[in-house]
T-cell receptor, first 115, second 119 residues
């Protein structure tokens, strides 16, 4: 089945620093989704990517769909305390794979910001 | 994006009792909804697909008699944890996929989640 590696697993940064995380897949994806989950809440969609090479921004967040279709990254610029949370990538395979919802989820990146 | 609401947001129950969690799609009709389980600091684990008007489809290893799913209308799916035990304590989340309703989007939208604690 499809495998999705998300890194880093956790990040401890200072407020104001930039953040970068990525996901790589063992197979080709045609959709990449990035979610943020706050403690005790459900995941909230941040950015959706549909084309190889696509670069999309949402405020201080920028995500790109890798040219090979097997990877994606999410950058956060000038981090602030409310950026704390868990960030998940999720991919939809080109042909099949993933769960019945069609998605394969990364294990998440825990972002912790020190004031 | 789609608006999905779950209720209750948290529930505490005694071992052996049953607990029902509701998932509502507030702004479009969802013929399909998904239920997930999430343990602390882990990713989402798909439990089952809730199908309006028909039986739910369960992922491998998920007990269908333990986790009863009912999708009686196009806007409501319920997950009932029957005879709950402490090991059933977890965070349960539902989602909807507007793309399955014909909307041109590949995105999945999640509810706020429901925290179940079984004593």
């Amino acid at each position: 089945g499809q495998q999705l590696n998300q890194s880093p697993q956790s990040m401890f940064i200072q407020e104001g620093e930039d953040v970068s995380m990525n996901c790589t897949s063992s197979s080709i994806f045609n959709t990449w989704l990035w979610y943020k989950q706050d403690p005790g809440e459900g995941p909230v969609l941040l950015i959706a990517l549909y084309k190889a090479g696509e670069l999309t921004s949402n405020g201080r967040l920028t995500a790109q769909f890798g040219i090979t279709r097997k990877d994606s990254f999410l950058n956060i610029s000038a981090s602030i305390p409310s950026d704390v949370g868990i960030y998940f990538c999720a991919g939809r395979g080109m042909y099949s794979g993933g769960g019945a919802d069609g998605l394969t989820f990364g294990k998440g990146t825990h972002l912790i910001i020190q004031p | 994006g789609a608006v999905v609401s779950q209720h209750p947001s948290w529930v505490i129950c005694k071992s052996g009792t049953s607990v029902k969690i509701e998932c509502r799609s507030l702004d479009f009709q969802a013929t399909t909804m998904f239920w997930y389980r999430q343990f602390p600091k882990q990713s989402l684990m798909l439990m089952a697909t809730s199908n309006e008007g028909s039986k739910a489809t369960y992922e491998q290893g998920v007990e269908k008699d333990k986790f009863l799913i009912n999708h009686a209308s196009l806007t409501l799916s319920t997950l009932t944890v029957t005879s709950a035990h402490p090991e059933d304590s977890s965070f349960y989340i539902c989602s909807v996929h507007p793309g399955l309703a014909g909307v041109n989007t590949g995105e999945l939208f999640f509810g706020e989640g429901s925290r179940l604690t079984v004593l």
